[in-house]
């Protein structure tokens, strides 16, 4: 008989109730021990595959580099041909930068009197170059992650925080089949915690201002349920513009808010060309 629940789960269950535990006692590392702690429970049960080899050196067979200067023409023809998916791609990058900058400036209390997190100019131009650096590499998109939440939450609030991961990542790219080999089940249970912190946010939100409420819990609920952060701002802008033209609020809405609302539809209907 089938089990009822999968064991994977279980453990998963028991991983969020030790890093929450650790997490309350204010231990700095419970992420990361959560994570150690539930990939060798993993092993010992079976759940977990190891790769017969450890090291690895890392391959740029993909890596446009090399072929860049003699390519170069068929490049541009390439991009031409490809811009609708271009810009799909570009609003989704940008969007999710936007997103997760906002997040955890919020979270690290990095945020102007205006409410715009400081100096965001500099970390998108240093999110865009890493995109760009990283497509010439070879890599799937380089994105700001959320869980940088969980280096915040432990005291990181500088850029010598990013330059250290940063560092570290580069250090242990030749042991990638190691990282690789760390389960679901290992982070799930970290992952729900950095969603928890940013929940504290909620609270900034006038709720008893429902033009203003309903585009926020539409944000709120579209991001999981799309799994992306840009779809769920996009449908919050759509909502917002339209909450507050059927409400006669005309005034709420700026420029610049018609201008994303009204790329965030072109981009909604041409998802089904691009797929």
Do not use: C, Q, W
């Not at 991983?15 to 419970?30: E, T």
């Not at 944000?219 to 919050?236: F, K, Q, R, V």
């Not at 409400?247 to 981009?267: C, E, H, K, M, Q």
Request: aromatic share 10%; proline share 6%; charged share 10%.
């Amino acid at each position: 008989m089938k089990a009822f629940v999968e064991p994977s789960s279980i453990i998963a269950i028991a991983g969020f109730i030790l890093a929450s535990i650790l997490y309350i006692k204010r231990f700095s590392p419970a992420f990361l021990v959560t994570i150690v702690v539930l990939t060798i429970v993993g092993i010992l049960a079976g759940l977990v595959s190891l790769s017969p080899s450890i090291f690895e050196i890392p391959s740029f067979a993909t890596s446009l580099i090399p072929v860049f200067p003699t390519a170069f023409r068929a490049y541009v023809e390439l991009i031409a041909l490809a811009f609708p998916v271009a810009f799909s791609l570009f609003l989704v990058e940008f969007f999710d930068g936007i997103g997760t900058i906002s997040g955890l400036a919020t979270k690290a209390g990095l945020i102007d009197g205006r409410g715009r997190p400081v100096n965001i100019g500099r970390a998108l131009y240093t999110d865009a170059s890493a995109t760009v650096a990283g497509a010439l590499m070879g890599t799937t998109t380089t994105v700001i992650y959320i869980e940088s939440a969980s280096g915040i939450e432990a005291g990181g609030r500088t850029g010598l925080t990013a330059l250290v991961t940063g560092l570290l990542f580069l250090l242990f790219l030749p042991v990638a089949p190691l990282a690789a080999a760390i389960p679901g089940f290992a982070t799930a249970p970290v992952l729900i915690l950095v969603g928890l912190m940013f929940m504290s946010v909620i609270r900034k939100i006038d709720l008893e201002d429902l033009t203003e409420a309903i585009p926020s819990f539409m944000a709120i609920i579209a991001i999981p349920l799309t799994y992306s952060i840009a779809t769920g701002i996009g449908l919050a802008f759509i909502t917002y513009t339209l909450v507050k033209l059927l409400s006669g609020r005309l005034s709420d809405i700026t420029p610049a808010t018609i201008v994303i609302t009204a790329v965030f539809i072109i981009y909604f209907l041409m998802l089904p060309a691009l797929h």
